[in-house]
């Protein structure tokens, strides 16, 4: 009998999972409970994912060539997006998610997936495979066996609690989109912001990030600060001020964002991809393209394997996948540290953004997924500025925006 994975969860992991294996001749089954409302995401995309899953550019609501980023105190750094050797390729592309994630499903369904409507209820796992139990939208339930169950089931993940896993620890993330009059879209016509500070993000950040005719504004709080997140969005919207005039609230939403990779993602017969690996870089909430390419690499290796889906072999997917990325999540972790650990980190910075070697090197690990390291000349020139920009800000304060003008 022919192999059959299931796949609970049909976001951009769950999809590119499903993609890939059938491209690879094994069955996918997709279990999705959500298929009206999409995932609440701001949608940045590099364009590394466009180039490597070959997606079309119709895609992409805007491209982003510029970054603006706020400081705390109201200090403005407007940071052109590109590489070390520029090119066409150089813009963040910013998505909608109900699109990109339609799309993605589609794929997966011309590519012989079969996608199924319901929410996972129960996961057993044996040795001769794996029995999902699942209600359909009516609530009735259905059981379907499988011989390996791929749990790409986003920061809450069912598959990881029915393995007896514990949760992880999650930051929270909380957006609003609103649909502005044209002219003030055109603010927004090839820009996204980023603003920092305790106010709007206490250790993480805030954004404005433009879609075809909305923008979408939302912050980003790690563990401890739910109870502020509203409060937090509210002062990023005043902060905006004027910007905002006249726009028309079309959907407010939130959700959780993992912020730990989990100690393993393959056991017996069952594999972690995406958020319910906990695979979001910290620097920047980045999910979408990590949850793709773990999708992939965990395919691609429960290919070899379906034959004996053991936690010893399937664990290979987790060796390469940190052997491959390791380096850029220690660096962009000990970056969330470093830049956001206090609002006189949040300025420097925002000040070292003006810095065209850090421009460079932060570009080239986000559009291009690539961390070369930098030429000693220019390493020395970059710790140079970094260590007076830190004496700079430490001598003399700034004054945070909230203190200027108190609401
Ligand atoms: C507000 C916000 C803004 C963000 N902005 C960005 C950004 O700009 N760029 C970026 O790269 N990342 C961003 N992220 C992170 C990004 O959204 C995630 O990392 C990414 O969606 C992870 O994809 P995934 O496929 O692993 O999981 P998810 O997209 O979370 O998908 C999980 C899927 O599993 C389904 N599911 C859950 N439980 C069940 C069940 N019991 N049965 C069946 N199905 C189930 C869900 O309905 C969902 O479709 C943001 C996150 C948030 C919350």
Not at 93 to 118: C, K, N, P
Not at 199 to 220: C, T
Not at 333 to 356: A, I, P
Request: a positive charge; glycine letters at 8%; charged letters at 25%.
């Amino acid at each position: 009998m022919k192999q059959r994975v299931l796949i609970v969860g049909a976001s951009v992991g769950g999809a590119t999972a499903a993609i890939t294996l059938q491209s690879l001749g094994i069955e996918a089954v997709l279990l999705e409970r959500e298929l009206v409302k999409a995932k609440p995401c701001g949608g940045a995309i590099p364009p590394a994912a466009f180039r490597e899953f070959d997606l079309p550019q119709h895609l992409i609501d805007r491209k982003v060539k510029n970054c603006l980023i706020v400081s705390p105190s109201g200090q403005e750094t407007c940071v052109p997006v590109a590489g070390t050797i520029p090119s066409a390729d150089d813009y963040v592309a910013m998505v909608r998610r109900e699109v990109f994630d339609s799309y993605l499903r589609e794929r997966a369904q011309e590519r012989g997936a079969t996608l199924i409507h319901g929410a996972l209820s129960n996961l057993e796992i044996n040795r001769s495979g794996v029995v999902a139990t699942y209600r359909d939208p009516a609530g009735k339930e259905h059981t379907l066996a499988a011989d390996v169950v791929i749990g790409a089931d986003g920061a809450y993940s069912p598959t990881a609690k029915f393995l007896g896993l514990a949760s992880m620890p999650r930051a929270v993330a909380i957006q609003e989109r609103i649909a502005l009059p044209p002219e003030k879209m055109a603010r927004w016509e090839d820009t996204a912001d980023l603003y920092l500070g305790y106010e709007v993000s206490p250790d993480l950040y805030s954004w404005a990030f433009p879609k075809r005719d909305h923008i979408a504004v939302g912050i980003g709080a790690g563990p401890g600060h739910t109870q502020a997140a509203k409060q937090l969005l509210a002062n990023l919207k005043r902060r905006l001020g004027s910007d905002l005039d006249g726009g028309r609230l079309l959907l407010r939403e939130a959700h959780a964002l993992p912020m730990h990779p989990r100690k393993h993602m393959a056991f017996d017969r069952v594999m972690l991809i995406g958020d319910a690996a906990g695979l979001v870089v910290h620097t920047s909430g980045e999910g979408i393209y990590w949850a793709m390419k773990s999708a992939e690499m965990a395919a691609q290796v429960l290919a070899d394997y379906l034959d004996v889906p053991s936690a010893r072999y399937l664990r290979i997917y987790e060796k390469r996948w940190w052997r491959q990325y390791g380096t850029m999540y220690r660096f962009l972790r000990w970056l969330q540290w470093w830049g956001y650990g206090n609002e006189r980190q949040m300025e420097v910075f925002t000040e070292m953004c003006r810095n065209q070697d850090v421009q460079r090197l932060t570009f080239d690990s986000y559009m291009h997924k690539q961390m070369a390291p930098a030429p000693w000349l220019v390493q020395m020139r970059m710790t140079r500025d970094i260590l007076v920009s830190q004496v700079r800000n430490y001598v003399a304060r700034r004054t945070p925006v909230r203190e200027l003008s108190p609401a």
